[in-house]
């Protein structure tokens, strides 16, 4: 670790938001649980573009972005979240300010559903995507629905990263009257069924998956 990775989770660690989501964060010993994954693979395969799809207050994002930075090749993180939980990233200067108090400016931000993004802007200028994480809402028909949308943009290496895949489990995030069932694993199986998927499984914290596109879809 360098010397200003260390104090930078430090920082990242003591906002009690950062250690929630199921990451397997751990404050007591600054572990960053999955986020080594995050900032280790911004660092190996040193992408310009990183694409998340949802996060609740920027976790994975900021691994993310502290990864490209720590690259020095300009390399930069869009997040796409349309605040749905609650009003957390409905103000830019808000969001900006979140970011730049972690020392991150590599990080953009829109406040779109993925059926919302075909019409943005950012989104038909945006080059491709070497690394992506879909993190919103985790049912297996909008983990498919986010997939889709990125496959046109992801580079023929690309890795995507599925949250919260590995178990089916009652959420109750958008309030006690609104649970649902975190239903992402039913998405990726299919893809494990499928020969022109790879699938590596983690099962630390609330789960994740790395897919890898291997070869054309039978028939």
């Given at each position: 670790?360098?010397?200003?990775?260390?104090?930078?989770?430090?920082?990242?660690l003591?906002?009690?938001?950062?250690?929630?989501?199921?990451?397997?964060?751990?404050g007591?010993?600054?572990?960053?649980?999955?986020?080594?994954?995050?900032y280790?693979?911004?660092?190996?395969?040193?992408?310009?573009?990183?694409?998340?799809?949802?996060?609740?207050?920027?976790?994975?994002?900021?691994?993310?972005?502290r990864?490209?930075?720590?690259?020095?090749?300009g390399?930069?993180v869009?997040?796409?979240?349309?605040?749905?939980?609650?009003?957390?990233?409905?103000?830019?200067?808000?969001?900006?300010?979140?970011?730049?108090?972690?020392?991150?400016?590599?990080?953009?931000?829109?406040?779109?559903?993925?059926?919302?993004?075909?019409?943005?802007?950012?989104?038909?200028?945006?080059?491709?995507?070497?690394?992506?994480?879909?993190?919103?809402?985790?049912?297996?028909?909008?983990?498919?629905?986010?997939?889709?949308?990125?496959?046109?943009?992801?580079?023929?290496?690309?890795?995507v990263?599925?949250h919260?895949?590995?178990?089916?489990?009652?959420?109750?995030?958008?309030?006690?009257d609104?649970p649902?069932?975190?239903?992402?694993?039913?998405?990726?199986d299919?893809?494990?069924?499928?020969?022109?998927?790879?699938?590596?499984?983690?099962?630390?914290?609330?789960?994740?998956?790395?897919?890898?596109?291997?070869?054309?879809?039978d028939?």
């Open positions: 670790m360098s010397d200003g990775l260390t104090p930078w989770i430090a920082q990242l003591r906002d009690p938001d950062m250690l929630k989501m199921g990451h397997a964060q751990r007591e010993d600054q572990n960053i649980g999955l986020g080594w994954l995050y280790g693979l911004a660092r190996l395969l040193r992408p310009q573009r990183i694409v998340v799809i949802g996060s609740y207050r920027g976790f994975v994002p900021m691994l993310f972005a990864g490209l930075a720590d690259n020095g090749e390399g930069r869009l997040l796409i979240d349309p605040s749905l939980v609650d009003d957390f990233w409905t103000d830019p200067a808000r969001v900006t300010a979140h970011f730049a108090g972690f020392d991150l400016f590599n990080i953009d931000h829109l406040p779109l559903t993925t059926q919302q993004l075909a019409d943005a802007p950012q989104w038909q200028a945006l080059g491709e995507v070497g690394l992506a994480m879909i993190d919103g809402y985790h049912s297996a028909e909008q983990a498919a629905l986010d997939h889709a949308a990125l496959r046109p943009k992801l580079t023929p290496d690309a890795l990263l599925f919260d895949s590995i178990r089916e489990r009652v959420s109750r995030i958008y309030g006690d609104r649902y069932t975190h239903t992402v694993a039913r998405y990726v299919v893809l494990r069924r499928d020969p022109a998927w790879q699938v590596l499984d983690f099962a630390s914290g609330d789960g994740l998956s790395i897919v890898r596109h291997i070869g054309a879809t028939g």
